[in-house]
């Protein structure tokens, strides 16, 4: 399993398309073969963090050259973000606990 951690800072202009363009994306990610999960956060400050879960390097590699992923990191970079910091990670390990029902 591949695991990305995505921290990004919105610049103020990101404005309303980059909701919708992020919604749209997301949909899509969903629905490509290896996406496992997605979760983000957003700090007091505005830093956001995004972990998304991958199968493995193969489907997360399709996911990266995708032109519509493509796209959305280009208008990221030219005037949605003040700043982003991306890292790929592999899970070595898992370990789980869920507490059985009441």
Avoid: C
Wanted: proline share 1%; net charge neutral.
């Amino acid at each position: 399993m591949v695991v990305i951690l995505f921290r990004s800072k919105l610049t103020s202009t990101a404005g309303v398309d980059y909701k919708q363009t992020s919604d749209a994306l997301e949909s899509y990610v969903k629905s490509k073969p290896g996406f496992i999960a997605a979760k983000s956060f957003t700090a007091e400050d505005g830093e956001r963090l995004t972990m998304v879960w991958w199968k493995d390097h193969e489907t997360l590699e399709e996911r990266r050259t995708d032109a519509s992923h493509m796209a959305a990191q280009n208008t990221g970079s030219e005037r949605r973000y003040e700043y982003y910091k991306m890292e790929v990670a592999e899970v070595f390990r898992e370990s789980k606990f869920e507490r059985a029902s009441a």
